[in-house]
């Protein structure tokens, strides 16, 4: 029996309104521009936080951070935008194959009368999608809205967000917008990246939009073969 997984399941209805877990559009960046490339000292990063960092803009005892932005008439927004009744997945399957990418795969125990199952998932890492809560974010040794680090129990949690994430969600494909098929791990996308796209597209980015940012990783993976995705995410540089 060959069952198939899938991850990021976030479903578009009418491919417009979604229901998502991903980026939150900040109003309080918005005049912050990132051009291009740019190499900055701590002191220059510090400065960068406390510039653009949302601790204390809904309240100090807030715990959701900018989800905040999704108002509700943010959401009947986005419910007008449905002109059709399809859903469209954006998911992968998931793998029960050990790769450089997923050297921790879904495994699935499934009982001999076939009437129960059991799955083994290890979500941390670069195969399975999942929502990180905001106590995952720290700045020296404080999560969100300047609380201390408590290392027994992570809050603000995930539970926050049991209503669900719906809002006007916005694709912004790259490799389309350089004309090519999936960009190369070492490839980062900057803000210049994303304002060429809305140009593009002809779609302006608002407050309390979720941003979908296809890089082609999978088609990548498709054609050349997993690789250890996770050190290409996170360089190890000096400053």
């Not at 949302?54 to 986005?78: H, M, V, Y």
């Not at 040794?141 to 209503?163: A, G, M, Q, V």
């Not at 803000?191 to 593009?200: L, P, Y």
Request: aromatic share 10%; glycine share 8%; with cysteine.
């Amino acid at each position: 029996m060959k069952t198939k997984f899938s991850s990021g399941g976030v479903t578009a209805i009418g491919a417009l309104a979604l229901g998502v877990s991903l980026f939150l559009f900040s109003a309080r960046g918005q005049d912050t521009k990132f051009p291009g490339p740019t190499k900055m000292s701590a002191a220059e990063y510090d400065q960068l936080f406390k510039k653009i960092n949302n601790w204390g803009r809904w309240g100090k005892d807030d715990t959701l951070g900018t989800i905040n932005l999704i108002t509700e008439a943010k959401r009947k927004q986005a419910a007008s935008l449905v002109k059709l009744g399809i859903t469209v997945s954006i998911a992968h399957d998931l793998s029960t194959e050990e790769a450089p990418d997923n050297p921790y795969p879904i495994q699935q125990v499934v009982a001999p009368n076939f009437r129960t199952d059991t799955y083994f998932f290890r979500y941390h890492g670069t195969f399975v999608t999942h929502e990180d809560a905001l106590c995952h974010y720290t700045y020296n040794d404080r999560i969100y809205n300047d609380r201390p680090l408590n290392t027994k129990e992570c809050f603000p949690s995930i539970e926050n967000l049991k209503d669900g994430i719906v809002t006007r969600g916005i694709l912004i494909d790259i490799p389309r917008l350089k004309g090519l098929p999936y960009l190369e791990p070492d490839v980062a996308v900057y803000q210049s990246d994303i304002e060429a796209w809305e140009k593009m597209a002809g779609v302006k980015i608002g407050s309390g939009d979720a941003i979908i940012l296809r890089t082609g990783r999978w088609a990548r993976r498709a054609k050349a073969g997993p690789w250890k995705a996770i050190e290409s995410a996170w360089p190890v540089r000096s400053m």
